[in-house]
């Protein structure tokens, strides 16, 4: 059987929860049964290496040099012509309104992904607002629309997305990198210098508005008051200014002494292995990866009601309502209240959640169907 052709478009490749699965996926792959471009408007980025070397993939950029930048429009229809894909995927934001241009322009079949779910666009540039309301009316051209939540279809839906051709395949973790190791948690806690009987409560990802770290801190601020053997840690970057003035709010300068500002870490897993308790106070997720390799690594999480986040913890965490501070200090209280053989129960539950639901070869799999079906193969 002749290979199929797919040109993957994505803005950047640079460390960020769209850009981990797209990564995960093109690994997983079936490559006998699939040859793959991956093309990315900007160089580098931190998860460019990963593609590298990888058989059946090649990896282009198309050098844009700014928002405003048109030029890379050209460049990918040149590309398209050249590598004659079957399928254009976008993956994401406005890759996938270029996609729907590419894929007309060469005669290929066009694929959305939708990674997002109620995302307040009031809190980003007006330019993201304008290309979310563009994409409900351009979605009657993508020949598949693939969401990564139950909660993101609902969401693009009730925006005016065309959910005629719209199916949910959730996200996918490696349960062989992201699982429990007792040396790298002790290792990463002592690096940071965290006491004996000391617990962990940590949040993983971009610091940036939507993930509401100010939630985060003001619950961290709320727990503290009560008990003295809790620490924090914060762990992700995000834009200079931003990062100070959160790192300048009245909770977070309270509990000075009390939280870690980690910023990026290299061994990521280690990092979710220290942590007792792992967090996503987020206000808008589709499907949260975060939740999903701390689980992954045996940790329980206490997760905001968004997206599909109580989906995924089901009975191994706890769901609170978003923006409630005192909401989310109760749950972490709670869980660190819950007896040895509940916690130790609720790690393994954790655990076998993801690697029965939420793994990269199932993901992997119910792409490789939609695909070929959609190819006609």
């Given amino acids: 059987m002749q290979k199929i052709r797919i040109l993957f478009l994505i803005q950047t490749l640079d460390t960020g929860g769209a850009e981990r699965q797209l990564i995960e996926l093109v690994k997983a792959l079936d490559k006998s049964l699939f040859a793959i471009t991956v093309g990315a408007f900007y160089d580098g980025g931190a998860f460019r290496s990963e593609l590298d070397g990888v058989a059946g993939v090649r990896v282009v950029s198309f050098r844009q040099r700014g928002r405003w930048d048109p030029v890379p429009v050209f460049r990918i229809v040149k590309e398209a012509r050249s590598f004659k894909p079957a399928i254009v995927y976008g993956f994401m934001g406005v890759a996938n309104e270029i996609g729907a241009i590419v ?21 980003y540039h007006w330019v993201s607002t304008f290309m979310f309301k563009a994409g ?3 979605s009657r051209i993508p020949d598949l629309i693939i969401a990564n939540s139950e909660a993101g279809m609902r969401h693009h839906a009730s925006c005016g997305y065309s959910v005629r051709r719209m199916i949910v395949i959730h996200n996918g973790i490696d349960p062989w990198r992201f699982r429990p190791l007792d040396a790298a948690r002790q290792l990463q806690r002592q690096q940071w210098q965290i006491p004996e009987g000391v617990r962990l409560i940590g949040i993983f990802g971009r610091l940036d508005p939507i993930k509401d770290h100010r939630t985060f801190l003001q619950a961290a601020a709320i727990l503290s008051s009560k008990r003295n053997d809790v620490r924090f840690v914060c762990v992700g970057t ?4 931003f990062v100070a ?8 300068i309270e509990l000075a002494s009390r939280v870690i500002w980690a910023g990026w870490v290299a061994d990521i897993v ?3 292995n220290a942590m007792d308790i792992v967090t996503n106070s987020s206000i808008s997720e589709g499907l949260s990866n975060v939740i999903c390799e701390a689980m992954a690594c045996g940790v329980p999480c206490v997760v ?15 769901a609170v309502a978003k923006q409630d501070p005192s909401a989310m200090a109760a749950a972490w209280d709670l869980m660190l209240n819950w007896p040895a053989d509940k916690m130790t129960e609720a790690r393994r539950m954790a655990r076998q959640a993801i690697e029965d639901h939420f793994s990269v070869r199932q993901m992997a799999a119910k792409t490789e169907a939609a695909l070929i079906k959609l190819a006609g193969i």
């Fill in 103 to 123: 894929g007309r322009a060469v005669g290929a079949k066009v694929v959305w992904g939708l990674l997002s779910s109620d995302m307040d666009l009031s809190l």
């Fill in 136 to 138: 409900a009316v351009l």
């Fill in 238 to 241: 995000g834009a200079k200014e």
């Fill in 245 to 252: 003035g959160l790192k300048n709010t009245p909770a977070a």
């Fill in 270 to 272: 280690a990092a979710y």
């Fill in 304 to 318: 905001t009601d968004v997206g599909d986040s109580r989906l995924i913890v089901g009975d191994t965490g706890i």
